[in-house]
């Protein structure tokens, strides 16, 4: 697999230099996601994880929404089984979902979602599980999960109160709701507006910006930050000692270094031979 070749038909991954655009492509169910298309999303970010020259990850969707959730045939599908084999088969599915999340949450690069229509269920899970997210004007947010009478289980119970608070997300998730991009901007579900022809230009220039920085030290501050909130002052002082122990041993810590002394010694030989005040 290249950067700059398609995953399967459902999931589209593009490289423009440093950063990758992963595409959600199932516009006609609204990039629904089913097993198959899960399964090619967790091989396409295996790939930007283990690809040196990937900076920044950009996901979308194709077409005029982002992701319409989990595929309606699949619950079609679950719904025919034996009473018996409902539970076991659901909990597998479930956990091949938690894994993509999880992958996607914990990708060691800056991720942005580029929310192009409506993210609903599964779909704003998606999009809240990412560093950043960036909406146009044409995007709605929307935990409809309750709607259909299940739970958020694509990780909305954990990003959401992150972002909007305790009493907020419950209210979004009790009510299925939908959250315009104004308001989703104001209460902080997402970070930045823009309109539906900027929307991929500004999220590919902000995920160049983002992944800029030399990618051990990247990596290693972004899985801690993730995890600050469950942790104490001291349990982060740990896990930043021993980050910045294996920083200290990077070729970027090592030649930003050295590059600094140089200047310094340049500077200083200039200034003894007069060449600067």
């Known amino acids: ?5 398609p995953v399967s038909d459902a999931i589209l ?3 423009d230099g440093p950063v990758a655009v992963l595409t959600l492509n199932r516009p006609k169910a609204r990039n629904a ?6 399964a090619d999303l967790m091989a396409a970010l295996d790939h930007v994880a283990r690809t040196d020259s990937i900076k920044a990850l950009v996901v979308t969707g194709a077409g005029q929404g982002f992701c319409a959730g989990g595929d309606v045939k699949s619950m079609q599908a ?3 089984v034996p009473q ?11 956990q091949r979902t938690h894994h993509a999340i999880s992958m996607l949450h914990a990708l060691p690069k800056p991720t942005i979602a580029a ?10 899970d998606v999009a809240l599980c990412c560093d950043f997210v960036i909406a146009s004007d044409a995007a709605r947010f929307a935990m409809t999960y309750i709607l259909r009478g299940l739970i958020p289980d ?19 998730i009790f009510t299925g709701r939908t959250v315009e991009p ?11 507006v823009t309109t539906t022809e900027a929307l991929l230009g500004d999220a590919r220039a902000w995920a160049a910006e983002l992944g800029r920085g030399a990618p051990a030290a990247l990596a290693l501050s972004k899985t801690i930050l993730d995890q600050t909130f469950e942790l104490s002052v001291e349990q982060v002082f740990a896990m930043g000692s021993q980050a910045q122990a294996i920083c200290y041993s990077s070729k970027e810590h090592q030649e930003s270094v050295a590059a600094f002394l140089e200047g310094v010694a340049q500077r200083r030989a200039a200034k003894a031979k007069g060449d600067v005040a």
Do not use: H
């Open 1 to 5: 697999m290249t950067p700059d070749e």
């Open 13 to 15: 991954l593009e490289a």
């Open 33 to 38: 996601i089913d097993d198959a298309m899960r």
């Open 78 to 80: 679950r719904l025919s």
């Open 84 to 94: 018996n084999e409902v539970a076991l088969n659901g909990w597998r599915r479930q």
């Open 115 to 124: 929310v192009n229509g409506a993210a609903t269920g599964l779909g704003c």
């Open 154 to 172: 694509g990780g909305g119970m954990y990003f959401l109160p992150r972002r909007v608070g305790l009493s907020r997300a419950k209210e979004f």
């Open 182 to 192: 104004e308001e989703a901007l104001r209460l902080g579900m997402i970070d930045r």
